[in-house]
């Protein structure tokens, strides 16, 4: 079982910058993608950026220009980054990482627990 513990969330104003950061062990399990959703008070989880085993980035049209998708890996764990700038309000959301690994055969899905981002104006 891989756990997933995000940090960087908080209270910012509009055009300011956060970080947020997802940790997970390593594992024996090849990385397929990584990824970073939200969701806002009354709308569908969304996703807002997606970085795959072979360095293909998708970012949701909202967030192009102003947000990055990265990873780092050390020899015990691994970081996903999302590097937010010129925030808005409407980025007001609960940010949610996503880790998708797998064995060859068998995908396996983890989701962090949330982080709350809140964007004043």
């Known amino acids: 079982q891989v756990q997933l513990v995000e940090s960087g969330g908080g209270l910012v104003q509009a055009g300011g910058s956060l970080r947020l950061s997802c940790e997970f062990s390593?594992?024996?399990?090849?990385?397929?993608?990584v990824g970073w959703y939200r969701q806002a008070p009354g709308k569908a989880r969304e996703l807002v950026a997606r970085?795959?085993?072979?360095?293909?980035?998708?970012?949701a049209d909202s967030v192009k220009g102003r947000f990055t998708i990265s990873i780092s890996r050390d020899n015990a764990k691994n970081t996903v980054y999302l590097q937010m700038n010129s925030l808005k309000f409407e980025d007001t959301a609960v940010y949610y990482c996503?880790?998708?690994?797998?064995?060859?055969?068998?995908?396996?899905?983890?989701w962090g627990q949330g982080t709350q981002v809140t964007v004043s104006s």
């Open positions: 996503n880790v998708v690994l797998s064995d060859g055969r068998t995908r396996y899905d983890y």
């Open positions: 390593r594992s024996i399990f090849s990385i397929n993608l």
């Open positions: 970085l795959t085993s072979g360095g293909t980035t998708t970012y």
